[in-house]
């Protein structure tokens, strides 16, 4: 089994909560999913601690960054600049073929030069981030996790996840239009993580509800706006709650 420690759960526009993101728990390794805004304050207020210590981005060992919207990817220049200035390390970060292509682009116009006092040094990427891709569909192991993972149907491909400690599953569709298909996929796992709102490259809630109670009951739903904050559902289905800590294969 192994924890999932819920970040945030609100979608882009979200005041009441930090954009989705998450924390996956095994043993003592850490991984960190997605990236938003403020993101250190994000972990230090979650309410989750690592040795008597607020839960911050040096203690993950990795992260996995879904794709390169701002609300999963905002935090990630301050995160690598923290790291690699307070603690002289670099964050390992696995992601899609696409955002490892762009994520420079991304990060360049102010992380390109550093000024040392006397003279300016050019930058590149791995000298922030240790970037690794992850194929699509070829399962990828990171510590004791090992995941495969599917583009959706998104504005931009979103990395869907199936991960497994070897003996349990998290699902995660991360940003997507309803897929019959995608849902399939997921339907397999102990635990499933499920988005919700507005606009055609989201899943409305209602698809949601129609699904059968059985996957519904072991589903969440994150990436919520906040006019559904403390709703509840017939049918199983329950909005996944900031600072919550769910088991996988409890």
Avoid at 103 to 111: D, M, T, V
Avoid at 119 to 131: N, R
Wanted: charged letters at 25%; proline letters at 4%.
């Amino acid at each position: 089994m192994f924890e999932v420690w819920m970040t945030g759960v609100g979608d882009a526009f979200s005041v009441k909560h930090w954009g989705t993101h998450f924390v996956l728990k095994k043993g003592d390794y850490l991984l960190g999913v997605d990236c938003p805004d403020s993101y250190r304050r994000a972990l230090r207020t979650s309410g989750f601690e690592v040795d008597g210590e607020a839960l911050d981005a040096h203690h993950l060992d990795a992260m996995v960054l879904t794709h390169l919207h701002g609300d999963h990817v905002n935090g990630l220049e301050m995160t690598a600049c923290y790291l690699r200035f307070y603690h002289q390390r670099r964050l390992a970060l696995y992601t899609s073929p696409q955002a490892s292509e762009d994520l420079w682009k991304r990060l360049s116009p102010s992380l390109h030069v550093l000024w040392d006092g006397e003279t300016f040094h050019e930058q590149e990427l791995d000298e922030f981030l240790d970037v690794k891709v992850m194929p699509w569909g070829e399962p990828v192991q990171i510590g004791p996790f090992e995941i495969e993972t599917r583009a959706t149907k998104h504005h931009l491909p979103a990395t869907a996840m199936r991960i497994s400690d070897g003996e349990h599953v998290l699902g995660y569709s991360c940003d997507t239009a309803y897929d019959e298909d995608l849902i399939a996929w997921l339907s397999s796992a102990d635990h499933i993580i499920h988005e919700s709102s507005l606009g055609a490259a989201h899943t409305p809630l209602q698809k949601l509800m129609a699904l059968p109670q059985e996957l519904q009951k072991k589903m969440h739903v994150v990436h919520y706006p906040d006019e559904l904050v403390g709703a509840s559902f017939e049918g199983g289905l329950r909005l996944a709650e900031q600072g919550a800590r769910y088991v996988v294969g409890a």
